[in-house]
């Protein structure tokens, strides 16, 4: 079974960057659709970027692009969110999560929110 473990988190002041990892472990992610969901306080859930591996193509929420990069390390099993210049409205915890892609497009996921396994989640907090 797949198992998502998410780390990178942290505390950053506005403008700031961090990198947030997705390790998988049980089954490869070839197979995939992989993204980056948040929620913070009070809001709903919304998708960030998500990633197919089996065409490379990607989605990212209206809210990151130009800021957020998504990647993915096939020898390492692990997905990458790049996060620059970032926002106080960017704090959240942030979940990675996947799908079969046989079932959805990076966009079906990200915009859906759907998804069979998910990760415990890292905080981000963006603040001066």
């Known amino acids: 079974q797949l198992q998502l473990v998410e780390s990178g988190g942290g505390l950053v002041q506005p403008g700031g960057s961090l990198r947030l990892s997705c390790a998988a472990s049980?089954?490869?992610?070839?197979?995939?659709?992989i993204g980056w969901f948040r929620q913070a306080p009070g809001k709903e859930r919304e998708g960030v970027s998500c990633?197919?591996?089996?065409?490379?193509?990607?989605y990212y929420a209206d809210s990151v692009k130009g800021r957020f990069t998504i990647s993915r390390d096939y020898a390492k099993n692990t997905v990458y969110l790049q996060m620059n210049s970032l926002k106080p409205e960017d704090t959240a915890v942030y979940h990675c999560?996947?799908?079969?892609?046989?079932?959805?497009?990076?966009?079906?996921?990200?915009?859906?929110?759907?998804?069979?396994?998910w990760g415990q989640g890292t905080q981000v907090s963006v603040s001066s």
């Open positions: 990633i197919r591996s089996s065409d490379g193509s990607t």
């Open positions: 049980g089954a490869t992610l070839d197979y995939y659709v």
């Open positions: 999560a996947s799908i079969g892609n046989w079932l959805a497009t990076a966009q079906d996921m990200c915009v859906s929110r759907r998804a069979g396994y």
